[in-house]
């Protein structure tokens, strides 16, 4: 890693590292910063994106062609990746939730174990990480979390 030096405002940086701790989270600013530039840089846009442009919707997540996901059985790594407007798997279309279902015979809740590897990038991310407060996950989260505590 080549680590740059950007620019922060120091409010911002309190209240990222208040965030952190009231989360119990063991990121690091500089991990959290690149998670958070690398869902801007995949999310934002200035105007509509054509939807030639092709890509697979996760709830409220576009993954364009080339994304990849990937999850394991316990003993091998499997891979779905983005192609055109589908999401496929050995070239069939499959969502995250089936392809999670498949890969692991069991688990319903495909944004806590698979990982998102983005078109053009070279980091993989938890789904969970990559968009904590989407449609849906928080709620999953809330509710997997009030499970882990019973």
Do not use: C
């Not at 697979?56 to 999850?71: C, D, V």
């Not at 692991?104 to 980091?123: H, M, Q």
């Amino acid at each position: 890693m080549d680590p740059v030096l950007i620019e922060l405002r120091r409010n911002t940086y309190s209240e990222l590292r208040r965030f952190l701790k009231a989360q119990g989270s063991n990121h690091g600013i500089a991990d959290v910063v690149d998670i958070a530039l690398r869902y801007f840089i995949q999310n934002f846009r200035f105007e509509p994106v054509p939807t030639a442009t092709g890509g697979s919707w996760w709830k409220g997540l576009l993954m364009s062609p080339g994304t990849m996901l990937r999850l394991s059985d316990g003993r091998n790594l499997r891979f779905a990746e983005v192609d055109g407007d589908d999401l496929k798997l050995d070239g069939e279309p499959i969502t995250p939730g089936n392809f999670a279902r498949r890969v692991t015979k069991s688990r319903p809740e495909a944004w806590r174990d698979i990982e998102i590897l983005f078109a053009g990038g070279d980091v993989w991310l938890t789904a969970g990480s990559v968009f904590p407060n989407a449609r849906g996950f928080r709620r999953a989260r809330e509710k997997s979390a009030k499970s882990e505590t019973k």
